[in-house]
């Protein structure tokens, strides 16, 4: 291993089972720019400057694969490595190479997403998704405002576009609907011009989020103000909902801040919600349906699925997450 290549492992942190595979995935000249811009942020005339040897073509090459992160500041471009996570993602979803290395290969790749993604949400003092509910399954409209609705980050985009499920297309467990996350406002710019993501209206982001719900897909967003991300995740391909699920890391997904409610008059106990149910909340005991809220996270759809209407998201008032603070003094 050369130098070069011992400065990548350690600034990009790269996993003890992925140090033999660096070789594989990058040239020597890309090893050395994102080494360089693992850690700091800088213009391309600087990086020009301090690598007269690099291919002119180099920073825009590694952008379009996803590898690197651009701003414009002033009239300049500014650039900074994208984190390993992401870069692997990229990589197996739209690199010609992973589908010629051997399935021990992509394993290896695979396994060190997992653990890259395992470890920043370990490390998070919040979550790093949340999920948003079913507007159709709200008790009550008036409580939701638009922190906590889908169509509102749909109809808000100034851009919108259409993406592969990140996670579906790498862990490739399941047969659900991939071509249903939608990147939002400048991210969705980003893919668009990187030819990975579709542009497409209001209407259509709206037909999506229908797909979703009817295949059992949850919506969920980056943890954030303002999310540029809105996922439609499955049990078995999503990182976050597994590491919540099989590991108990709480700070994988937050919570919606509603709850499920059954109202057991029209219930014909025909146990649909505990099969749509991917949290494991509800259960079918002692011919009664049981949802324990504590375990429930509002996405909603049991109560999008059940035959009988006889499940209706409510306001959570007793979650503690900082996270619900706003949508609690709204409906106070």
């Not at 969705?188 to 229908?210: H, K, N, T, W, Y």
């Not at 809105?230 to 049990?235: F, T, V």
């Not at 409610?261 to 494991?280: A, M, P, Q, S």
């Amino acid at each position: 291993m050369n130098q070069n290549h011992s400065i990548f492992i350690e600034k990009l942190k790269v996993p003890e089972k992925l140090k033999s595979q660096v070789h594989k995935i990058f040239s020597e000249e890309e090893i050395i720019l994102l080494s360089y811009l693992a850690d700091k942020e800088d213009k391309a005339s600087n990086i020009f400057s301090k690598f007269p040897h690099l291919a002119p073509s180099l920073l825009k090459s590694l952008y379009e694969k996803g590898y690197l992160t651009r701003k414009s500041k002033k009239k300049e471009e500014y650039y900074k490595s994208s984190p390993l996570e992401q870069i692997l993602k990229r990589f197996i979803n739209y690199n010609p190479q992973y589908e010629e290395l051997a399935d021990t290969d992509k394993a290896v790749f695979q396994e060190c997403i997992t653990d890259l993604s395992l470890k920043e949400m370990k490390e998070s003092q919040e979550p790093v998704y949340r999920i948003i509910p079913i507007e159709i399954t709200i008790q009550d409209k008036r409580q939701l405002i638009p922190y906590y609705r889908a169509k509102s980050y749909i109809q808000k985009s100034s851009h919108l576009a259409l993406v592969n499920c990140l996670c579906r297309s790498t862990f490739r467990k399941c047969n659900k609907p991939i071509e249903v996350c939608l990147a939002l406002n400048d991210k969705a710019e980003f893919f668009i011009s990187q030819g990975i993501g579709e542009r497409i209206s209001v209407q259509d982001g709206l037909e999506i989020l229908d797909i979703s719900e009817k295949n059992g897909l949850v919506h969920s967003i980056n943890n954030v103000e303002n999310p540029d991300y809105l996922c439609n995740c499955c049990e078995c391909c999503c990182v976050f909902i597994q590491a919540l699920k099989k590991l108990g890391i709480y700070t994988s997904m937050g919570k919606s801040g509603f709850i499920a409610r059954l109202k057991t008059e029209k219930c014909n106990l025909c146990g649909l919600c505990v099969d749509k149910c991917i949290f494991g909340a509800i259960i079918h005991e002692n011919e009664n349906i049981m949802i324990n809220q504590d375990e429930c996270f509002g996405c909603g759809l049991c109560a999008y699925h059940c035959p009988q209407s006889a499940i209706q998201l409510i306001l959570n008032k007793n979650n503690k997450q900082s996270d619900n603070d706003e949508l609690l003094h709204e409906f106070s």
